[in-house]
């Protein structure tokens, strides 16, 4: 159980330093009305920047949970001979 507690927290941390300063780059950008790019930049961010990272940690979360309860299960079925 903490173990599985301990992974969900990493993983969500790390989700939250990867792409919780973002709103703050994009606030740091010029006005999309004054410069059309920047809009253009945000999208390409989130969509191809950020969904990666999304996919990558999220499996990266679902190997280590299977992981661990592939562990307890061993170690369950160890104390049971």
């Known amino acids: 159980m903490r173990r599985q507690f301990r ?3 990493l993983a969500f941390g790390m989700l939250v330093g990867l792409t919780g300063p ?3 780059v ?3 950008l010029p006005d999309p009305a004054a410069r059309p790019g920047s809009a253009l930049l945000v999208w390409a961010v ?4 950020a969904y990666p990272v999304f ?3 999220g499996r990266w979360y679902v190997v280590r949970a299977e992981r661990n309860e592939r562990d307890a299960v061993e170690r369950d ?3 049971r001979r």
């Open 7 to 9: 992974l969900g927290v």
């Open 22 to 24: 973002l709103p703050l």
């Open 26 to 28: 994009f606030a740091a």
């Open 46 to 49: 989130l969509g191809v920047g």
């Open 55 to 57: 996919v990558v940690i």
């Open 77 to 79: 079925e160890g104390t």
